[in-house]
């Protein structure tokens, strides 16, 4: 695996971990560390001994504590623009669309684009001191990483408009009571453990379905009537896969199957 400036990247068996490694910096996300998020999960996306990954930050006190504010300050209207769709085509829309399964695993501070980040992962693992908000109203901008978007889509338009509009930190407990995150844990040890081990879980399942549900997911989000459509399509050739004969071979054999 290549080496990076502001990210490290191991791999556990299956599991690949992406850690954004400026913990002096609060992990805070500059021009740098979205290109080598980009770089990165393009390879892993081609990386047949990942099946999974797991994206946080480093240390204790922030998963990604904004966007780096130092790099807003000579950008015009038309710049500020093209910064807000370089990251979400490059990094935002790619981690949504990723055709293996992505856990934010949030183990501090989530705020801006780092909850951003975290907002386009499939899911979201958060320890129980972490914080998680969207503070651009207070910098005079709005969310540019899809916050506006992705956030209604979890905890519905009064919540998420709540949450912008005041530009004030929720905790996990009422992340979770939201929607916002699938689950809480105790301690940043435990944080890991539980985002690998839903991985694993996925890792017995067919590979070619997994891939195909995410994107059926992320296509009905946009259109429901497309998503329908797409529900359709994607089923029938999950059909003729190798998966498919190998799950039901092992349904009417009553073994486990061999993915």
Not at 103 to 131: T, Y
Not at 168 to 195: F, I, P, R
Request: with cysteine.
């Amino acid at each position: 695996m290549a080496t990076y400036e502001n990210i490290l990247v191991n791999q556990q068996d299956k599991t690949a971990i992406i850690t954004i490694n400026r913990e002096d910096k609060l992990n805070a996300l500059n021009s740098q560390t979205l290109k080598e998020l980009s770089e990165v999960f393009d390879k892993l996306s081609e990386d047949a001994t990942v099946r999974g990954i797991v994206l946080t930050g480093k240390g204790e006190k922030a998963f990604v504590a904004g966007a780096d504010i130092k790099e807003f300050l000579s950008l015009n209207s038309a710049e500020a623009s093209e910064l807000s769709r370089s990251g979400q085509q490059n990094v935002m829309n790619k981690i949504q669309h990723f055709p293996k399964p992505i856990i934010a695993a949030i183990n501090g501070f989530a705020l801006g684009g780092g909850l951003e980040l975290a907002l386009a992962c499939h899911i979201r693992v958060a320890v129980e001191s972490a914080k998680m908000g969207l503070p651009e109203v207070s910098l005079g901008i709005i969310p540019g990483y899809g916050g506006t978007q992705r956030l209604p889509q979890l905890v519905g338009k009064s919540k998420a408009l709540e949450m912008i509009l005041t530009g004030d930190m929720v905790d996990a407990q009422d992340a979770y009571q939201w929607g916002l995150v699938n689950h809480v844990v105790a301690t940043q040890s435990e944080l890991l453990a539980k985002c690998i081990a839903l991985l694993e879980r996925t890792y017995t399942r067919s590979f070619t379905a997994i891939t195909a549900a995410i994107d059926a997911v992320n296509v009905g989000i946009v259109d429901v009537d497309k998503g329908f459509e797409r529900e359709i399509e994607l089923f029938g050739k999950c059909f003729g896969s190798a998966d498919m004969k190998e799950g039901v071979a092992a349904f009417l054999e009553k073994r486990k199957p061999n993915f």
